[in-house]
């Protein structure tokens, strides 16, 4: 089957725009993690769905940033404002629950801000 | 402190060369994983493991819960295994289990 899907595969903008990231997870799958891996730095976590429960935040780095899954599938990740230092691949991974499964990635999209 | 931490940062090898690559972590954890990130930058799982040892072809992972250490090791080391290799420990938050990640082992192949 499909593995995790991710548009667009790079993405330049200009400081102050908006953009949108988007991550198609595996059918089935109930856990949907946002990453982040600025360059030279290491992979962070930014933003964590599970089900229907109430998303985990805690890796955003600023109110800039949000992100919204519908129907428990496609997630979206919005940066509003962007700013030269949100350059970065963004990475998406789902897993089918929490703890012990396996997280499986997506290609990821290089966000360049210009 | 990291809660991960890898050694070395960077390999070299020569083709053929067994390699090793460490990942200790500081927390109880679940399960740990592998991942490989290729120039392009796409990650690829590896392993997930959470007792003794796996092997996928040439690659093999161990782990040892108590010492909160785990080795992955490339035997008959090829150029296309040229890649960064990551560690990963899911820390709970809540009912989270987002991945922290070590920050990699550059590990470069030579023919």
């Known amino acids: 089957g499909a593995g995790v899907s991710q548009s667009p595969s790079n993405k330049v903008t200009e400081k102050g725009k908006d953009v949108e990231l988007r991550c198609d997870p595996i059918?089935?799958?109930?856990?949907l993690y946002w990453y982040r891996q600025s360059l030279g730095q290491g992979l962070e976590f930014l933003i964590y769905f599970q089900g229907n429960s109430a998303p985990d935040k805690s890796g955003l780095p600023s109110d800039r940033f949000s992100a919204e899954r519908t129907g428990g599938s496609v997630s979206t990740l919005t940066i509003q404002r962007t700013q030269q230092e949100d350059s970065a691949v963004y990475l998406c991974?789902?897993?089918?629950?929490?703890?012990?499964?396996?997280?499986?990635f997506g290609p990821g999209t290089r966000l360049t801000v210009t | 402190k990291n809660e991960v931490e890898q050694s070395p940062q960077n390999l070299t090898a020569q083709e053929g060369e067994f390699i090793t690559i460490n990942c200790s972590y500081s927390?109880?954890?679940?399960?740990l994983h592998w991942l490989q990130q290729h120039p392009g930058g796409g990650i690829v799982s590896l392993f997930m493991l959470s007792s003794g040892k796996k092997k996928h072809g040439r690659l093999i992972a161990t782990i040892n819960i108590q010492e909160k250490h785990s080795s992955l090791h490339i035997t008959a080391s090829h150029p296309r295994d040229s890649a960064v290799y990551i560690c990963?420990?899911?820390?709970?938050?809540?009912?989270?289990?987002?991945?922290?990640f070590g920050s990699g082992t550059q590990l470069t192949v030579l023919p």
């Open positions: 991974a789902s897993s089918i629950g929490t703890g012990r499964y396996e997280q499986y």
């Open positions: 990963a420990v899911p820390l709970s938050s809540g009912s989270a289990r987002q991945l922290t």
């Open positions: 059918s089935g799958h109930t856990a």
């Open positions: 927390v109880g954890i679940s399960a």
